[in-house]
């Protein structure tokens, strides 16, 4: 195995979990060498914009480990969010070295408001980018010719990556692990983490059982993500009401007009929803997913999945499949810049 190097942008003002969390999750990244070997995949290296330690917004201290003048060969590149990138004096310095070094980087991520750099490096023009949600408007508004979805946790668009930024930094570092090593890596990071492997790329920042919290401020507020983690048990209204201490009748009326969807249409939502991401995970039969879920049979799963989406679910994981194998050609393909 060769080890790939992936160097973090350092900077005064950055977000630090933007900075740190992608950092552990390469760090964690391993491979079995032998019965009693274990090799690190990657090597990180923190790049500062000078030799001097730099504080996050938190005032978290960190040291880097080389300055943008003697910054070594970078497989990947990464640049977290933070408000000092958002200084001009900053974002020139950085966009400037950026662009330098861009042509020999196999991948440029960026984490949140790192996007403002790489926008101002000219390296995103006319490409789909994503960042968090409250700074997708400045930035379409700062640099015009981006493409900019502001709800996508993260999108890829050639050797670009951006992201949400926080927690979906974890997010795209898994994805890039995946594309480097295989599923199987990246799900040893994520147990490793304790985070889910992995959420799709596209799902939206503000997720369904997120908005049914901020929109709840009473008995309903923790029922979403309650739901979402017990999706294998008896889910049905009677259940549900009975948790929420409230009868069955009274429960569907102020469910129905809180949310404008009645508990059954929201059960299967989220249970659909988890369903389609576990039939990426490879290994894994139809009924298997069907039945960790939550759905009382696999036919019962196969017919709510085609309503829903159009689509059987084995057509579904074939379509996904061959979109992976399309992105590996890509990948591989000479990168023209």
């Not at 295989?182 to 799709?200: M, Q």
């Not at 129905?256 to 894994?284: C, H, M």
């Amino acid at each position: 195995m060769k080890q790939k190097r992936v160097g973090f942008l350092g900077y005064e003002g950055v977000m630090a979990l933007d900075l740190a969390g992608p950092i552990d999750a390469f760090t964690t990244a391993e491979i079995d060498e032998s019965a009693n070997q274990r090799e690190s995949c990657y090597e990180v290296v923190i790049i500062g914009l000078s030799g001097k330690a730099f504080t996050s917004e938190s005032g978290i201290v960190f040291k880097p480990d080389r300055t943008i003048l003697n910054a070594p060969a970078l497989d990947t590149l990464i640049i977290p969010g933070g408000k000092g990138l958002r200084r001009p004096d900053i974002q020139k310095k950085a966009a400037e070295w950026i662009r330098h070094r861009a042509a020999s980087i196999r991948r440029i991520a960026s984490v949140c408001t790192g996007v403002y750099a790489l926008a101002a490096a000219g390296l995103l023009d006319g490409r789909q980018v994503t960042t968090h949600w409250r700074h997708a408007r400045d930035l379409a508004k700062r640099f015009p010719s981006l493409n900019v979805d502001p709800n996508a946790l993260y999108l890829k668009d050639g050797p670009f990556y951006t992201c949400a930024g926080v927690t979906s930094g974890i997010d795209l570092s898994l994805a890039l692990i995946e594309e480097d090593f295989g599923p199987r890596v990246a799900l040893s990071v994520a147990r490793e983490l304790v985070v889910y492997l992995k959420r799709p790329g596209g799902q939206e920042q503000f997720s369904e059982p997120l908005q049914f919290q901020v929109q709840s401020s009473d008995r309903f507020a923790d029922l979403a993500v309650w739901m979402q983690g017990h999706l294998r048990q008896d889910l049905s209204v009677r259940a549900l009401a009975e948790r929420a201490c409230l009868s069955p009748r009274h429960f569907g009326r102020r469910f129905r007009d809180a949310f404008g969807s009645t508990p059954a249409t929201f059960v299967e939502d989220l249970r659909l929803g988890q369903a389609r991401q576990r039939l990426t995970i490879p290994a894994q039969s139809i009924e298997s997913v069907a039945a960790s879920v939550g759905f009382a049979s696999a036919d019962a799963f196969r017919r709510a999945f085609e309503r829903r989406f159009g689509v059987k679910p084995s057509t579904f994981r074939k379509l996904f499949y061959l979109n992976v194998r399309r992105e590996v050609g890509q990948r591989q393909a000479p990168v023209h810049r």
